[in-house]
């Protein structure tokens, strides 16, 4: 029997698997106003999920047509299956779809099923299929490809980026105004947000940058190249990368890393897998050992390698392999880590570029949940949170009948805390001007502490 509760209104939307994923999207769905009906087989699972959120629960089987039923399939808008095992997540879309009108996203992770995946969508009729681990592999890629920052997202097709970036002691940035940063510097990136003490700023031309501040800027990766060489930072590739772990995030990143000319050693101590990364991956260096033995990574080449990246399923692995080689190597670290309940203790900690896999999958759903509820006039094409969600960026396509297009933008009534980042137009990213107007079919990026943004029009007070 489900464990009822009462529910805002919005979509009604069925998550199926109540895991670290599940759980991320009952979180932040069931805030921003929608229906949720969260089915599991375990039962615990779903007393702790309906006693922390207003939420609905069901345990049971999320592929059998009866518990679906029970769910109120047959009146949902969306399914979600985030289930351990992708076989099951793709039989529950299959079965919803057959017996309702709802959309279906499915999470798949294997990678047979995710070379499949664009067959798969078609034939069983998925809005969706998410691969978390291939998703991470490729954020963390980007990030290889230039070491100093901390963290990138793309956006307009690629066409803009944002980057974030620690401000190191003695850099030219130090005490320099972002109006300064425009006249001095360049004005074809935007400073659109900075990290100071925990708190998190849209600033302002006034605001005074400093030390230790970790900022967001947004531009295009030629522009942001140009930046790096001007503010005195390393714009080069990594040639060398060693990564502990040989999971599937291992297998999705080395594949990358080696297609782009990076050397990649890997230890793992299962020999099983250590057998078949050497089959599936013949140019990587595999290593069947123990990767938190010090002496080991030492003897493999710790303190010189250009990129370390643990990537074991124990994020406490993971957070003292990275600190160790904070204090052994001068490489670029990234540190994936799985929980975030801790978010505050991790950014506290020197861990290079920290990867959520989970907040990665989360933000892709959600873009899609709130296109479901924008009016006509947008439509959301891509989300990322920033500084650990206390920001996001939304980039939004906008349509004949919105009401703030042929505005400029000085014009337009801005809600406080918010940033217009970009506009991309006929393929170009545009760093806006208070003259800049926004035309059908552009899109239109902006950067908001304020959460919840469905439409382009909630930018406006």
């Known amino acids: 029997m489900p464990f009822f509760k009462t529910t805002p209104s919005g979509l009604r939307i069925i998550i199926v698997g109540a895991g670290k994923v599940g759980a991320t999207l009952v979180e932040q769905l069931s805030a921003e106003g929608h229906n949720i009906t969260v089915i599991d087989k375990d039962p615990n699972k779903i007393r702790e999920i309906t006693s922390a959120y207003d939420v609905m629960g069901l345990a049971g089987n999320g592929a059998s047509y009866l518990t679906l039923q029970e769910a109120g399939v047959s009146n949902s808008d969306l399914i979600i299956a985030v289930t351990d095992s992708d076989e099951l997540n793709l039989l529950c879309c299959t079965i919803a779809k057959q017996f309702s009108k709802c959309a279906a996203i499915s999470r798949v992770r294997t990678p047979d099923y995710s070379r499949e995946a664009s067959y798969l969508r078609e034939k ?31 956006f307009a097709h690629g066409q803009a980026e944002i980057i974030k970036l620690k401000i190191p002691e003695g850099n030219i940035l130090n005490k320099m105004t972002i109006a300064q940063f425009g006249a001095n510097i360049t004005n074809n990136i935007l400073i659109c947000g900075v990290e100071r003490d925990g708190k998190v700023v ?109 990537l ?62 924008a009016s006509s006039g947008s439509n959301i094409e891509t989300l990322y949170h920033l500084f650990d969600a206390r920001a996001e960026a939304i980039e939004f396509r906008v349509t004949e009948d919105s009401n703030i297009i042929n505005i400029p933008l000085k014009d337009l009534k801005l809600k406080d805390n918010l940033l217009i980042a970009f506009i991309g137009h006929n393929g170009e990213a545009i760093i806006p001007r208070g003259n800049s107007v926004i035309l059908p079919g552009d899109t239109v990026m902006i950067v908001t502490t304020h959460t919840g943004f469905n439409d382009i029009t909630d930018i406006l007070r």
Do not use: W
Not at 132 to 144: E, F, K, N, T
Not at 322 to 331: F, Q
């Open 124 to 154: 069983l009729g998925l809005e969706m299929i998410i691969n978390p681990d291939l998703v991470a592999a490729r954020v963390m890629s980007r990030i290889l490809y230039m070491p100093r920052a901390l963290e990138i997202n793309s």
């Open 202 to 310: 849209i600033p302002s031309g006034n605001f005074e940058l400093a030390t230790g501040d970790i900022i967001s800027i947004v531009g295009t990766r030629k522009e942001h190249s140009s930046l790096f060489k001007k503010i005195g930072f390393d714009t080069h590739q990594v040639k060398t990368a060693m990564i502990v772990g040989g999971g599937r995030s291992t297998y999705y990143l080395a594949s990358i890393l080696l297609k782009s000319g990076i050397d990649v050693k890997i230890i793992e101590r299962d020999l099983t897998r250590c057998e078949n990364l050497s089959e599936f991956l013949p140019k990587a260096v595999v290593i069947n050992g123990d990767g938190t033995n010090t002496e080991l990574l030492l003897e493999e080449g710790i303190d010189t390698t250009e990129a370390f990246i643990p």
């Open 312 to 373: 074991t399923g124990i994020d406490e692995q993971n957070v003292m392999l990275s600190l160790h080689a904070k204090k052994t190597s001068s490489a670029k670290i990234i540190t994936k880590i799985n929980r975030t309940g801790f978010n505050d203790i991790v950014s506290s900690l020197d861990l290079g570029s920290v990867i959520y896999p989970r907040y990665i999958t989360t933000e892709t759903i959600i873009a899609y949940v709130r296109a479901r509820k």
